[in-house]
């Protein structure tokens, strides 16, 4: 399906390191050109979303996918239109539905305030999972885990219903925390199975106790079925907060590890024997933003990449240049990332979203190229689509580009010399 199925319009052509590019807004063109604008290295602009549009309201927190859909181009992503402009009563988070890779939008559930508490720094690191045929979605906030439904036409949010999980104790924390005794500890990472069956769940925030809960789905009368909670698992060994969770093979229903990164490291827990391990090569202090495990192990930290050496082994990227700093064009391998994805049609092929932009690799990590025409900002999601376009998103907003078409390619002009 690809972007075929896309309405465009061009604005304003950019000059950007000397290569003519345009930005192109969702606004009505052909699908033909939708397709021309991107091979001919246009980046594209989504407008789609649902909500305000004010500051980070079009930002992408994160992506899911239905495991149970034939079709790699549709999506689910979600976000929150939370910005000050806004107010109160209007702020809402949103699931939204793409058919064509993120080129368009349909909103699919409004979560009104019940659901999410703005005041303490929702719209960055909230998860999200899809039910086969996204029959229902799980959605992690500040309130904790919830369960939450495709709103009928008309509605004005979407039903949705809690998930049993950990309360704050009426013993002090470690840490003082903006919530009382008998309040839902903050959900955030999860992590579900292919089939819909079983369930993890990442609790804590900046309160030194994180916890991860398992989940089974018990079947209901005429209901996609409830979540029972199986308790905590083991705590993992570490005090800070949970920022990441792949399973091994996220194709399996049965998955052997579950893969953590929290905001010092890399924890691998065997769901087998219920055993932590540490995975080994990264470094000290690495905030694990992201990761993917298509042909093993990537890891975007807060210092740098980190790629698959063997089982449970990762070592970090440093003969790779990036831009560290853009006021002084400095570079170096040191580079805050927040996500990577490997194109798995094309396993050579790599991106990665960081603080100064999106880069991406065509040789499986050697080299890498910064993505013009994007705006100066810094970018936190990044995914491949199955044409080899990459679906990019930060604060300044979301953007399809194709780094990897031939008009993007580098070219060399030949100067003729003059005849006297």
């Known amino acids: 399906m690809g972007l075929r199925h896309a309405g465009w319009a061009v604005l304003l052509g950019l000059v950007v390191g000397g290569a003519a590019r345009s930005v192109a807004q969702s606004q009505g063109v052909s699908p033909n050109d939708v397709v021309a604008n991107l091979e001919q290295c246009r980046v594209h602009k989504v407008t789609e979303f649902p909500g305000s549009h004010k500051f980070g309201s079009d930002y992408v927190e994160t992506i899911a996918t239905d495991p149970a859909a034939a079709d790699a181009d549709t999506i689910y992503g979600l976000t929150a239109d939370l910005s000050d402009a806004v107010p109160w009563a209007e702020r809402a988070m949103y699931i939204s539905k793409s058919v064509d890779g993120g080129a368009t939008w349909v909103e699919v559930a409004r979560l009104n305030g019940r659901y999410f508490d703005a005041a303490l720094g929702e719209g960055i690191f909230n998860g999200l999972a899809v039910a086969p045929g996204a029959t229902y979605f799980v959605v992690t906030t500040q309130r904790g885990a919830f369960q939450v439904f495709p709103q009928t036409p008309g509605a004005a949010a979407a039903i949705a219903r809690a998930i049993p999980g950990p309360r704050v104790p009426d013993t002090p924390p470690k840490v003082h925390i903006a919530k009382r005794p008998g309040e839902p500890v903050r959900a955030n990472v999860v992590a579900m199975t292919p089939d819909g069956k079983h369930m993890i769940v990442g609790y804590g925030y900046f309160d030194l106790e994180p916890k991860l809960h398992a989940y089974h789905l018990v079947a209901e009368a005429g209901g996609p079925g409830v979540w029972v909670d199986d308790g905590p698992l083991p705590a993992p060994p570490t005090e800070m907060d949970l920022l990441s969770a792949e399973f091994d093979d996220p194709a399996k229903a049965e998955p052997g590890f579950l893969y953590l990164g929290t905001g010092d490291q890399v924890y691998l ?112 999601t990044a995914r491949f689509n199955p044409d080899g376009s990459v679906l990019v998103s930060g604060i300044a907003g979301t953007f399809l580009v194709n780094p990897f078409s031939d008009a993007c390619a580098p070219k060399l002009k030949r100067r003729v010399r003059a005849r006297r």
């Open 269 to 380: 827990l065997n769901l087998r024997t219920k055993h932590w391990s540490r995975l080994e090569g990264v470094g000290p202090d690495s905030a694990i933003h992201g990761m993917s495990v298509v042909g093993g192990l990537h890891l975007a930290a807060c210092w740098g990449i980190y790629y698959p050496t063997g089982p449970g082994m990762v070592r970090r990227v440093l003969n790779a240049s990036f831009l560290l700093h853009r006021s002084t064009d400095e570079t170096g391998s040191n580079l805050r990332t927040y996500s990577i994805d490997v194109d798995a049609l094309r396993p050579e092929r790599e991106v990665v979203s960081s603080l100064t932009g999106i880069y991406t690799s065509g040789d499986a990590g050697r080299t890498w190229t910064r993505v013009s025409g994007l705006p100066e900002e810094e970018f936190r």
